[in-house]
């Protein structure tokens, strides 16, 4: 699976933004799809993923309540829906696919080029 994330950009605080990861191959909907970000000298965090159906998402508590992942798998497409921005979500957003439910980055086997969202204040 290769992965494509877009949507990046300068943003207001309490703005909202939507991210997408378009996915090639025959087995997106195989995996569980994730969503990280990494702030300048700072760790990869977990932000949230979605389960290989869609019917199921789970959240850093950090972002629970402003963002919302969402998958099409038809068009081979995951979403990152984040509204209410702070300066603090500023960081390079990831997308990631695991056979596992998991939220450690570890686990994850494809990784998108990410994207770079700014908060500013």
């Known amino acids: 699976v290769q992965l494509q994330a877009s949507g990046g950009g300068l943003v207001r605080a309490r703005g909202s933004l939507r991210l997408s990861c378009a996915a090639s191959?025959?087995?997106?909907?195989?995996?569980?799809m994730g969503w990280f970000r990494q702030a300048p000298g700072k760790e990869r965090d977990f932000v949230g993923f979605?389960?290989?159906?869609?019917?199921?998402?789970f959240y850093a508590a950090s972002v629970k309540g402003r963002f919302t992942i969402s998958r099409d798998n038809a068009k081979k497409i995951v979403y990152l829906e984040m509204s209410s921005l702070k300066p603090g979500d500023t960081a390079v957003y990831y997308c990631?696919?695991?056979?596992?439910?998991?939220?450690?980055?570890?686990?994850?086997?494809?990784w998108g080029q990410g994207t770079l969202v700014t908060v500013s204040s």
């Open positions: 979605i389960s290989r159906s869609g019917s199921s998402t």
């Open positions: 191959g025959r087995t997106f909907a195989g995996y569980l």
């Open positions: 990631a696919a695991s056979p596992r439910v998991t939220d450690s980055p570890n686990e994850y086997d494809y």
